[in-house]
């Protein structure tokens, strides 16, 4: 994905231009978040329990996560006015009993230790400053026998021609 396409600096979004990058996610990456949940569960078997997804963003693959599974998800995001705007996808998806969204930084996640079955990061690692650090928080968190899945892309469902077009869109 182009570098240029890519939001240079989240910290400087304001709730619009956060609704604007949620509607440009819904738009062009729906499918790829489907497949990936498909896979997710199929490798994984994660369908129950406490899920933290680190850096959530406006709460999409969450949202579809929670939709075909069991789990209680806390979605944490750093950044007020993404946050924001995943709090009100949460709340539109009927998902508030489910899906807990925090405010807060991966740096320093705001759990207990051994706090979840499953920690999961998908597309956020580029904006981790200290990655080693996030790394010691995510497994301080994750439970004895938890599964954590840091990572990107589209999963192995996304065909060859849905890859072509999902680039196309990038955002």
């Known amino acids: 994905?182009?570098?240029?396409?890519?939001?240079?600096?989240?910290?400087?979004?304001?709730?619009?231009?956060?609704?604007?990058?949620?509607?440009?996610?819904?738009?062009?990456?729906?499918?790829?978040?489907v497949s990936t949940v498909k896979q997710i569960i199929e490798d994984y078997g994660v369908l129950e329990g406490v899920c933290v997804d680190v850096g959530c963003g406006t709460a999409v693959f969450a949202i579809?996560?929670?939709?075909?599974?069991?789990?209680?998800?806390?979605?944490?995001?750093k950044e007020k006015a993404i946050y924001e705007v995943a709090r009100m996808n949460i709340e539109e998806a009927g998902l508030a009993d489910r899906i807990i969204p925090v405010l807060g930084d991966a740096h320093k996640l705001p759990f207990e230790n051994e706090f979840a079955d499953f920690v999961i990061s998908r597309g956020s690692y580029h904006c981790w400053k200290d990655k080693v650090q996030v790394f010691k928080e995510i497994y301080r968190i994750l439970k004895k026998g938890g599964t954590a899945l840091v990572g990107g892309g589209f999963g192995r469902y996304v065909t060859a021609l849905l890859q072509l077009e999902l680039d196309k869109r990038a955002i």
């Open 64 to 77: 579809e996560l929670c939709k075909h599974s069991k789990l209680k998800i806390f979605a944490l995001e």
């Open 1 to 33: 994905m182009p570098e240029k396409r890519i939001p240079a600096n989240y910290t400087e979004m304001d709730l619009l231009e956060a609704k604007r990058f949620d509607k440009k996610v819904k738009e062009n990456f729906m499918p790829a978040i």
